[in-house]
């Protein structure tokens, strides 16, 4: 070594005092520290044990494990600052770049061995939790620093199917339980200690006594994939011993849940409104069952009234009920909040009670107790009021019995007749004409309705024309109306006249005999036998006018 550092010596140029004063080209590039820094003045090599240089000062300063570092190990030349600052310029990427190009994600200067800690808690899609905060990288990650980082699976199963395949209490495997371990197994810290959420993952929440029991109580032999969750299937020895009432000779629907909970098989409750077609109401409520349930027959129990209180119908007096015949439907008076103060609604009857009926005692009209078939015309109960009326007699007048023509439920007097409903309405005139005025004596049933029984004076005193003389009929109605016996108009349909301005005197000539009648005023010999020549029979006078000219 010393003869290569003399060889170096001799073969150095020497500088010549033509050459002092000439500045020496450093081989470090630009370098600004002075020489002897790191030189000696025996030669350029070797340099000072411990160089004045602090490399703290510069770009990158040395920490850890980079502090024991030779110098010529990262600067392979003399030009130090021709140096890379990456981790990779140095250092080979074992990994193959699965886990990127920058190693202080993971490693640090004080050594190549990863913590938890040193890369982030491992926070990215998998962090690490519990007991995997403590397990080495290559646990997971096989084959130690060149083994797979990316893409590795997260699943559960992925790392922990050994101990899935090994679990006995109970059998993971035989059970077909999933792999999807986090459904039971939820703390990081340890396998053991696994709970099952019953409700989420089967649809059966686990409630009451439920909750308590252990899993092989009901999963008899391991067995977890489609065990019933109807009652039946565990408590079917409940039902078959239960006595109070006997489940199996009441034949009991077997869905349990209608009446029991999941606290406790005893202090059922059966909901009698939700589950029957018989709603508990009133005193009905309060009814020990087996009043009802005879010899604990529960199913086809009757819902009728009568089945349960046929003694106290039998027994009631006020009124009898089984001699006045009422229905054993006692649901028509009666309520279920007690069987006295029953209300009888009449409005659902044939005859609804209005006006003064409605105030009258039942036995007003039930004076014999029948309730059953009495009659509803007005004259069963008010007979007495239709002989004893004498403004008019009702007897004597032949009144009908339908006493409703005229009264109402209000009160029998005062009444109202509508004529308009009989075969004589009444019009004009004779709407404020006294009932006396025609019903004369009291005549109701038998009065005529023709208007001369009534108008003959009026007829035979009428002059203009004289009705009797000139022979009028006596249907009145022909030329009069109801309005007033004046101002009578008549009909000449039954013979056309030819002439609208005829007066009734140009025809009728003799005024006090309106039978009488001359065409040939009018109808001259002149003007009618040139019109008539030819004509067989043929002779100008009225009559023979007559029987041809009728219309």
């Known amino acids: 070594m010393y003869s290569l550092w003399a060889l170096f010596l001799l ?8 050459d002092q004063g000439k500045t020496t080209r450093s081989p470090h590039g630009p ?4 020489c002897q820094n790191c030189h000696t003045f025996s030669g350029w090599k070797p340099i000072r044990n411990v160089p004045e240089f602090d490399h703290n000062k510069t770009r990158y300063p040395l920490r850890g494990m980079h502090k024991n570092v030779a110098c010529t ?34 490693h640090t200067v004080n050594g190549w061995t990863v913590s938890i800690k040193s890369i982030n808690e491992h926070q990215n899609r998998f962090p690490l939790l519990g007991a995997h905060a403590t397990v080495e990288c290559d646990a997971c990650h096989k084959g130690a620093a060149n083994g797979q980082f990316k893409g590795l699976s997260t699943n559960c199963i992925t790392c922990h199917s050994t101990a899935f395949m090994n679990t006995r209490s109970p059998n993971h495997q035989a059970s077909g339980f999933s792999t999807d371990c986090q459904q039971c197994h939820r703390s990081f810290d340890t396998w053991l200690g696994a709970s099952f959420d ?44 239960a006595k109070d009432p006997n489940h199996v000779a009441s034949g009991f629907p077997q869905t349990c849940a209608q009446c029991h909970s999941t606290t406790s098989w005893l202090n059922a409750k059966f909901d009698h409104n939700s589950m029957t077609s018989f709603p508990l109401t009133g ?17 086809g129990t009757p819902k009728d009234c009568g089945s349960c209180h046929i003694a106290t119908y039998n027994q009631t007096t006020n009124p009898n009920h089984k001699t006045a015949g009422f229905p054993t439907d006692c649901s028509i008076c009666h309520s279920t909040a007690s069987w006295a103060g029953a209300v009888f609604d009449h409005s659902k009857t044939a005859f609804p009670l209005t006006g003064a009926h409605f105030t009258v005692s039942c036995t007003g009209c039930h004076s014999s107790g029948v309730f059953v078939g009495l009659s509803t015309a007005c004259a069963s109960c008010h007979i007495k009021d239709f002989n004893g009326t004498t ?15 005229c009264h109402n439920t209000t009160a029998w007097i005062p009444s109202t007749f509508d004529h308009s409903k009989t075969v004589f309405p009444l019009t004009g005139k004779h709407v404020g004409v006294a009932c006396s005025s025609c019903h004369v004596n009291g005549n109701f049933a038998t009065t005529p309705t023709d208007c001369y029984s009534c108008h003959k004076s009026d007829y035979q005193g009428t002059t203009n024309p004289n009705h009797i003389a000139a022979g009028f009929a006596t249907t ?12 009578a108009t008549f009909n000449h349909t039954w ?33 009618t036998d040139p019109k008539h020549t030819g004509v067989r029979g043929y002779v100008w006078n009225s009559a023979n006018c007559y029987s041809c000219h009728k219309s």
């Open 11 to 18: 073969s150095a140029p020497v500088s010549s005092p033509m």
């Open 198 to 241: 019953h409700g989420k993952l089967t649809g059966f929440p686990l409630t009451g006594a439920h909750a308590t029991l252990e899993c092989a109580a009901c999963h008899i032999g391991n067995r977890f994939q489609g065990t019933p969750t109807n009652c039946i299937n565990c408590h079917q020895t409940d039902f078959n011993n």
């Open 283 to 299: 005193a009905h409520v309060s009814v020990a069952c087996s009043q009802c349930h005879i010899n604990g027959v529960y199913a």
């Open 73 to 106: 190990q990262c600067h392979l030349n003399l030009v130090f600052s021709n140096v890379g600052h990456n981790c990779a310029d140095c250092h080979a990427d074992i990994h193959r770049g699965q886990m990127g190009a920058r190693c202080e994600q993971c």
């Open 476 to 487: 009145c109605q022909t030329c009069h109306t109801t309005a007033g016996w004046t101002g």
């Open 495 to 527: 013979f056309r006249l030819p002439h609208q301005n005829a007066q009734c005197t140009d025809c009728h000539t003799n005024t006090s005999d309106y039978t009488v009648f001359v065409c040939t005023n009018c109808h001259t010999q002149a003007l």
């Open 31 to 34: 370098l600004n520290i002075q």
């Open 391 to 405: 403004n008019p007699n009702h007897v004597a007048g032949g009144f009908s019995q339908t006493c409703e023509v």
